[in-house]
């Protein structure tokens, strides 16, 4: 196609210009409100800090070491600040259990997780090569107690630990011992807890709010370093014998909002957090489910950024078994389970089947039962060929494979409306307005000129939407496709080719020692600039029923496709790339097809 510098061309430019200016006055002005609104955000957040520490204090010695001193049998009626100061330390101890796919660190004067880190080379620090610690320092623990008063730890009597289990066993102000065995399989980020409550006492001792609590994921990218395309952030929770989870998204400005969205009234199976690539999980003993759940959250930075529109909120849950009264000398037990590692199908799926609510694969949740199961077939297609980079490629051409009929007739249809524009326009010129039209004559004429079209469509067996129908059938498939392979963490750290990583860009040499603005910082990516390539040829192929402007906007579409996805995943861009080849085969295939379609029909009344 050969462009020529006319008019239509100009005003394409000028729309263009127009547009980007328009964006660059926008956006300064959008940034700073979202700046604005998220240091408010940070102010409340920190004047609501020493309420939360103290509460954290008086609760548990996790973060302090100290413990407040009472008779057994009795709680003390003296305010925290005052049960704070007659505290004497004790000291730290910690357990850590350790298997080949990660480590916990268990703080035992609080019996909670205070740090979980990932063993596994594919989920490690791509600039390090350290190990992915999941939980930050600050944040919330998981099988934190949390009690209304707050429980007060008095002594740790007990603490033993081994490789595959640690016991730990605590005495708390009111009466009541506390012995939690925690034990970790060898195989699974699976570590359970068991619990055996105690009371010491001659009396029943009730505890009001019990519940314990569930330890969020920061994002992705501020957890582990990498750039991250699209990040998503989700707390779940599933009630007993419903089958699926509710989900909530901690980033929503409203506190009442949040509130409302994580709360659950009934008795709740299990709570999750879960970011784009990892699930943190609490599962419920099924003879003692929790009466009910709620989230929190704090607002957290980015490492090594000072810019107020980056903070994020980390969520975390809350399994609630109300009010709690314990008869004296019968002891209380149930297990308690927490799942924290990689979002994996096949060990969430292991978890059954309300857990694959966690999964959040499709960024829309109504493409979610598509997604799935692509990701399964990623992961079978691996077993079978041995990399996840073939297997990318086997997977796409299954999908195109399966969608072959369905394109081969839009591409006829197209083609068929592209011969017919030659008398499409002839009647379009006959019926065209006049100056001298009234509004009579100018109605009559477009009703004259859609009936003598719809008749020439009939004669012709050519149906006008008969090009885009079988396209827009395709579109849900291959946005699951495409969100499947975008949040596989399966894909993490894996090379293929030239590939270092098909969850990053295949940058090939150096970066240049600037960005632009769209694109980022500047590289070379072979598989961009090389599907980029691939969708200029495909759009001269594509059969067009459009103008000569509407052709010229389209042949802009790859350059436009350049700049938004030059930083995508490799792991995409092959997807897109194998894709394109695919279509272009397909349209070459039937453009002999037609041809040959048309030779049979030419020599049929020679023969006659």
């Known amino acids: 196609m050969n462009f020529k510098f006319d008019k239509d061309t100009v005003l394409i430019v000028l729309v263009g210009c127009l547009l980007m200016g328009g964006w660059l006055l926008y956006m300064p002005k959008y940034q700073a409100k979202r700046a604005e609104e998220y240091q408010k955000m940070?102010?409340?957040?920190?004047?609501?800090?020493?309420?939360?520490?103290?509460?954290?204090?008086?609760?548990?010695?996790?973060?302090?070491?100290?413990?407040?001193?009472?008779?057994?049998?009795?709680?003390?009626?003296?305010p925290a600040e005052k049960a704070l100061e007659e505290i004497p330390k004790i000291p730290e101890s910690y357990s850590v259990l350790e298997n080949k796919l990660f480590s916990v660190t268990i703080d035992d004067l609080s019996g909670s997780?205070?740090?979980?880190?990932?063993?596994?080379?594919?989920?490690?620090?791509?600039?390090?090569?350290?190990?992915?610690?999941?939980?930050?320092?600050?944040?919330?623990?998981?099988?934190?107690?949390?009690?209304s008063p707050a429980l007060v730890l008095v002594s740790l009597a007990d603490s033993m630990s081994g490789k595959p289990s640690a016991k730990i066993v605590r005495m708390f102000s009111n009466g009541l011992q506390l012995a939690q065995e925690f034990t970790l399989p060898e195989d699974n980020y699976m570590v359970e807890c068991k619990y055996v409550w105690t009371n010491m006492c001659s009396e029943p001792i009730t505890v009001h709010d019990l519940g314990v609590r569930l330890a969020g994921l920061p994002?992705?990218?501020?957890?582990?370093?990498?750039?991250?395309?699209?990040?998503?952030?989700?707390?779940?929770?599933?009630?007993?014998?419903?089958g699926m989870c509710d989900s909530a998204d901690p980033q929503v400005k409203s506190d009442e909002k949040f509130e409302r969205k994580t709360t659950c009234t009934e008795p709740v199976a299990w709570i999750g957090s879960s970011n784009k690539y990892f699930a943190s999980l609490l599962f419920a003993d099924e003879a003692m489910p929790f009466a009910s759940s709620n989230g929190d959250r704090i607002w957290r930075m980015p490492a090594g950024s000072s810019n107020e529109k980056d903070l994020y909120a980390v969520p975390s849950m809350t399994g609630n078994f109300g009010t709690v009264t314990f008869a004296p000398g019968v002891p209380v037990e149930f297990t308690l389970k927490t799942y924290c590692g990689p979002k994996e199908m096949a060990r969430i799926r292991a978890l059954g089947s309300s857990v694959m609510g966690v999964m959040h694969i499709s960024y829309y949740s109504w493409f979610e039962f598509i997604a799935r199961p692509m990701v399964m077939l990623l992961n079978w297609l691996k077993s079978l060929c041995g990399s996840y980079g073939v297997a990318i490629i086997l997977l796409t051409l299954i999908v195109r494979i399966l969608f072959w009929p369905v394109t081969q007739k839009a591409n006829s249809s197209m083609r068929r409306m592209q011969k017919l524009q030659p008398k499409i326009k002839e009647l379009q010129e006959k019926y065209k307005e006049a100056p001298m039209d009234t509004p009579d004559d100018t109605a009559r004429k477009k009703a004259e000129l859609n009936q003598k079209m719809m008749e020439l469509y009939r004669v012709e067996k050519v149906n006008p939407v008969g090009g885009c129908l079988p396209i827009l059938l395709q579109i849900p498939v291959f946005i699951a496709l495409y969100s499947a392979l975008d949040s596989a963490v399966e894909l993490r750290n894996v090379p293929f080719l030239w590939c270092t990583d098909l969850s990053r860009p295949d940058l090939v040499g150096p970066t240049l020692p600037f960005s632009l603005p769209f694109i980022g910082q500047v590289g070379f990516h072979p598989l961009v600039i090389a599907m980029t390539v691939l969708m200029i040829v495909q759009q001269k192929m594509t059969p067009s029923a459009a103008d000569s402007t509407q052709q010229k906007m389209m042949m802009l579409m790859p350059i436009v496709m350049l700049f938004m996805f030059y930083n995508l995943p490799s792991g995409l861009t092959l997807y897109w790339t194998v894709s394109q080849i695919f279509s272009i085969l397909q349209m070459k295939y039937g453009q002999i097809a037609a041809k040959r379609d048309e030779a049979r029909q030419t020599s049929k009344p020679q023969k006659a």
């Open 113 to 147: 997780i205070i740090s979980a880190k990932l063993l596994d080379p594919r989920y490690t620090l791509k600039e390090t090569g350290e190990a992915i610690e999941l939980f930050r320092e600050g944040a919330f623990h998981t099988f934190e107690l949390k009690s």
């Open 42 to 78: 940070l102010e409340a957040t920190q004047q609501n800090a020493p309420a939360r520490q103290t509460d954290a204090n008086a609760g548990a010695a996790s973060a302090s070491g100290q413990t407040a001193i009472a008779d057994a049998g009795n709680v003390t009626d003296s």
């Open 219 to 242: 994002q992705v990218k501020d957890l582990t370093g990498d750039k991250i395309y699209s990040e998503r952030m989700n707390v779940d929770f599933c009630k007993v014998g419903s």
